[in-house]
């Protein structure tokens, strides 16, 4: 008969005091993926609906989409409208300043240059110029019945022989009689005396001034000649 084995008896054999004991791997416990669950109506949606077909669905994208393209076009636009005038405004102001502007005609110096080159026609500047201080000298006496301004001494009718109200004048002429007004305003030095009322234009082309229109049985008129 067999021996009866005892519950010691069996205990694994044991391993030879010579070899290492075996030692099992560890097993890793894999972790289960989790799902999302999904409803059944949308597993099913694209194949039921057609929803990609739907216009109503694309709509607003497509609006947005057309805005979007539209907006720098107007800001494009705007820039352009507001930088065109700005360009226009300043070739305008250069134009302008690159065009001189007209003297103003001076009333009292044409009314001299006329009185000029009508009274003293094809006679010298020298000529012309005495005319024009017997003008003056005319406006700024009172003791002869002038004195008026200078204007109306040269429009006072019967004092000119030869004068023209409605001729022309040249421009040397015109400049002549600014600079006898600078020379009258300034006080500088005169070329005729203030006393020099009357004048007569000599054959030869000379003028000669008087101090007196006629002689008088005491004293003859004081008299100068200009060529």
């Known amino acids: ?9 069996k205990t694994e054999p044991q391993a030879d005091p010579g070899t290492e004991p075996r030692i099992e791997p560890r097993k ?3 972790r289960k993926k989790r799902t999302i669950p999904i409803p059944s109506f949308l597993t099913h949606l694209g194949a039921d609906v057609r929803w990609y077909y739907d216009i109503r669905l694309w709509s607003p994208l497509i609006l947005l989409l057309l805005i979007l393209a539209l907006l720098p076009g107007k800001e494009a636009e705007e820039k352009t409208v507001e930088t065109v005038p700005a360009v226009t405004v300043a070739e305008t102001v250069a134009e302008e300043e690159t065009v001189p502007t007209e003297e103003a005609v001076i009333p009292e110096a044409a009314a001299l240059a006329r009185l000029a080159d009508s009274v003293g026609s094809g006679r010298s500047d020298n000529v012309k110029t005495v005319i024009m201080w017997v003008a003056i000298n005319r406006s700024e006496d009172r003791a002869n019945g002038y004195g008026q301004s200078l204007l109306d001494e040269i429009a006072r009718p019967n004092q000119w022989q030869g004068y023209d109200p409605t001729a022309l004048y040249d421009e040397d002429t015109y ?3 600014k600079q006898v007004l600078e020379i009258q305003a300034s006080g500088g030095l005169r070329p005729v005396d203030s006393d020099m009322l009357w004048f007569v234009l000599n054959d030869n082309g000379s003028i000669t001034l008087r101090n007196q229109f006629t002689a008088t049985a005491s004293q003859k008129w004081r008299e100068k000649t200009v060529k």
């Open 1 to 9: 008969m067999d021996p009866i084995l005892n519950e010691e008896s």
């Open 28 to 30: 890793r416990n894999r």
């Open 175 to 177: 400049a002549m009689a």
